[in-house]
């Protein structure tokens, strides 16, 4: 599983609430992103990082802002959740010998 | 524009039958292709790459850039293989993103 971990795994909450998803690395991999999984839509990404304090948007980036102050902590933040939000979160990390993505085991979150 | 399509939403197929889960992609330059399968509510998991030429599980895929097609493919399917089956595409560069496909499901029954 390549020492990838996000938190929480099930989350629940409101319209109009802030809410941060977490995803921990263990083996120092200086890239990571986060994608969002939706039937029909298949993965698609929503900010990278390819450092401390380096990150970048992808294609779904509006109403999310990313932080990584840590190599090990890539943090996603909606900051006014939305029901369109409401989706099956991943978070990855480019393997720095193999260039090969590897997937956390995703927070599933739901928006009322 | 970069893109990769894969044309099957879902493939049914009975076990021992064989396999071929289409994908075909748009991109303009040199892309590196991935298979990720995912099993029911579990972690995406690499299954295949076409720079390493592996067969993992009994799939293979070949890259033809003729056709810009990245075909998963295996002779005789299993119960066990049903799952989402994902194919993608990145650039050449290191630490660049995926671009995925919609997904296949695939149904094996006995």
């Known amino acids: 599983d390549a020492g990838i971990t996000q938190s929480p795994r099930h989350k629940v909450t409101e319209t109009g609430t802030p809410v941060t998803l977490r995803c921990h690395q263990t083996e120092n991999h200086r890239y990571m992103y986060w994608y969002r999984q939706d039937p029909g839509h298949g993965l698609r990404l929503i900010h990278y990082?390819?450092?401390?304090?380096?990150?970048d948007k992808g294609e779904v980036s509006d109403g999310y802002s990313v932080s990584r102050s840590k190599t090990e902590d890539f943090l996603l933040t909606l900051e006014s959740a939305t029901s369109s939000q409401t989706s099956v979160y991943f978070c990855a990390i480019s393997d720095s010998n193999t260039d090969t993505q590897y997937f956390g085991p995703g927070t599933r979150l739901t928006v009322l | 524009a970069q893109r990769v399509t894969q044309p099957e939403k879902l493939l049914s197929v009975f076990k021992g039958a064989p396999v071929e889960l289409k994908c075909n992609y748009s991109y303009s330059g040199s892309p590196e292709l991935f298979w990720y399968v995912q099993y029911s509510r579990q972690r995406l998991q690499l299954l295949l790459r076409?720079?390493s030429r592996e067969s993992i599980k009994g799939f293979t895929a070949d890259l033809n850039k003729g056709e810009t097609s990245f075909h998963l493919k295996k002779p005789f399917a299993q119960e066990e293989d049903s799952a989402m089956y994902y194919c993608a595409l990145r650039g050449p560069q290191a630490g660049t993103a995926l671009i995925f496909g919609k997904g296949t499901t695939l149904s094996v029954s006995s």
């Open positions: 076409h720079i």
């Open positions: 990082s390819y450092g401390v304090k380096d990150t």
